[in-house]
C-alpha cells in the first residue's frame, strides 16, 4: 500500500519559517499532491495543490507565504511556509491522489499521519 510520512513540524513563532516534508513509499511522479491542514475543533482544508504537470494552487490565507513543491526523484513533496501566523496553527497532513482536468479525485487516495505546526502568539 501507498505510505506518505510527513515532518517537519514544531513549535516556532510568529514571523518564522519552518519547511514540511511528506516523503511517499513509491514514485509521486503521476499524482497530484496535496497539502491539507486541520486546526482543533476546526473541518480540514486544502492548503496548496502541486498537479503532476507542476501547476500549483494555494488557499488565499497561504498565498504569498507557502511554496509547494515537488521532487519526484526523491519521491517527495515539501511544503515552505514563511511568515507564520498563529492562524496557521494545524495538524498538517499529505495528500496522494489522481485527479480529473477539473480537480476532482478518482480512484483511490492516500494520506499521511499528519505533523503539527504550532506558531505563537
Known amino acids: 500500500q501507498v505510505q506518505l510520512v510527513e515532518s517537519g513540524g514544531g513549535l516556532v513563532h510568529t514571523g518564522e519559517s519552518l519547511r514540511l516534508s511528506c516523503a511517499a513509499s513509491g514514485s509521486i511522479s503521476i499524482y497530484a499532491m496535496d497539502w491539507y491542514r486541520q486546526a482543533p475543533a476546526k473541518e480540514r482544508e486544502l492548503v496548496a495543490t502541486?498537479?503532476?504537470?507542476?501547476?500549483?494552487d494555494y488557499a488565499e490565507s497561504v498565498k504569498g507565504r507557502f511554496t509547494i513543491s515537488r521532487d519526484n526523484a526523491k519521491n517527495t513533496v515539501y511544503l515552505q511556509m514563511n511568515s507564520l501566523k498563529p492562524e496557521d496553527t494545524a495538524v498538517y497532513y499529505c495528500?496522494?491522489?489522481?485527479?480529473?482536468?477539473?480537480?476532482?479525485?478518482?480512484?483511490?487516495?492516500?494520506w499521511g499521519k499528519g505533523t503539527l505546526v504550532t506558531v505563537s502568539s
Open positions: 495528500h496522494q491522489a489522481f485527479k480529473s482536468p477539473a480537480g476532482s479525485v478518482y480512484g483511490m487516495d492516500y
Open positions: 502541486i498537479t503532476s504537470t507542476d501547476n500549483t
